[in-house]
């Protein structure tokens, strides 16, 4: 039985990690509370995301964090991650699990409610719904949902959701309130000074009445 934690989620941005690495980053932000990690580098090769999935496995073992990587299905498979995420321009859902086989966890990004009815449970493992707000980290993305159109496609989804695009500390109250079974967070813990408090403050929210 596949298990994973969606409610805080890392998405690792070389651009963003300055002040610390990305391994450091995604060490300190799980020892805050983190939950998944996510590596997503498109301007490296297959083989430098292959050994970042390597470094993180080791970094993150013994933690229950679960290392995800983005797009890259070689580099998923290689270096032998608990999780591949895929956009809807990437390769397809069904093509990506006969590569990877039954145990990885398999996301898919999802941005309308049709899409969301689509989503096989058989394949896929759970969807990222965004962007909820329109975020820089990602400047070619779809039209923001905010969190009525979220709340819309958490309902049509067969499995667990994440929300993301944009979302701060301030948000993560309302991003659960619309259903959504966890928040994937990209600057508000890449880039701070604190990776560790940042993720604790985060997760701080989501004990809040």
């Keep these: 039985m596949k298990s994973f934690d969606l409610s805080l989620y890392l998405v690792l941005d070389p651009d963003l990690c300055t002040q610390h690495s990305m ?3 995604a060490r300190e932000a799980v020892a805050g509370g983190a939950t998944m990690v996510q590596l997503r580098h498109k301007h490296a090769s297959t083989r430098e995301r292959i050994a970042l999935g390597v470094a993180l496995m080791e970094a993150l073992r013994g933690t229950g964090a679960t290392v995800v990587m ?19 321009g ?7 699990r006969a590569r990877i086989g039954p145990d990885v966890i398999l996301g898919l990004s999802i941005n309308t409610e049709g899409a969301a009815h689509l989503v096989d449970p058989a394949i896929v493992d759970y969807i990222g719904i ?4 329109a975020t820089p980290t990602k400047p070619d993305h779809e ?11 958490v309902a049509a989804s ?3 959701t994440v929300a993301i695009g944009g979302l701060k500390k301030e948000h993560v109250r309302r991003a659960f309130s619309a259903g959504a079974d966890g928040v994937a967070v990209v600057s508000a813990i890449c880039g701070t000074a604190d990776p560790r408090q940042a993720a604790r403050e985060l ?3 989501m004990r809040k009445p």
Excluded: C, W, Y
């Design 90 to 96: 990437d390769t397809s859902p069904a093509l990506a």
């Design 203 to 205: 997760r701080e929210q």
């Design 70 to 88: 983005n797009d890259d299905v070689a580099a998923a498979i290689e270096a032998g991650v608990d999780a591949l995420h895929i956009g809807q």
């Design 158 to 160: 067969p499995v667990p």
């Design 143 to 153: 039209k923001p949902l905010g969190f009525a159109g979220l709340s819309q496609i």
């Design 130 to 133: 965004g962007p909820v707000f």
């Design 23 to 25: 391994i450091e980053t």
